[in-house]
């Protein structure tokens, strides 16, 4: 009898021990998946938070420049003539930049 309950004994504990593994086997595979679709969200985060970054700088150099616009005469007509705008009796003389050296 003693004899029976040392295998009875031996089988529960590689029966607990089995049950623990697969149970443990199982946490990880459902939570694999979470775990990279959290990583991939991360990702994801950092990209957005990099363009929203850029777009606030260039609000804020956009912004910049209207209060220029407001305020200075003379940038505003160094804007005017960069895209060709002159006053009356006024020539802007405009030279092709040379693109290869003879």
Known sequence: MQQTEKYW???????LAAVIAMAGVGVVLAFAPKVRQ???YQGRCSQLQQQIDI???AE???KEKQQRFKT?????EKV???V???RKNEIIFHFPEE???E
């Not at 200075?72 to 505003?76: G, N, T």
Request: glycine residues 6%; negative net charge.
């Open 9 to 15: 004994n031996l089988i529960n504990r590689i029966v």
């Open 38 to 40: 959290f990583q991939s």
């Open 55 to 57: 777009t606030v700088a």
């Open 60 to 62: 804020k150099e956009l």
């Open 72 to 76: 200075d005469p003379q940038f505003v």
């Open 80 to 82: 005017a003539h960069e």
């Open 84 to 86: 060709g705008y002159a």
């Open 99 to 101: 693109t290869g050296v």
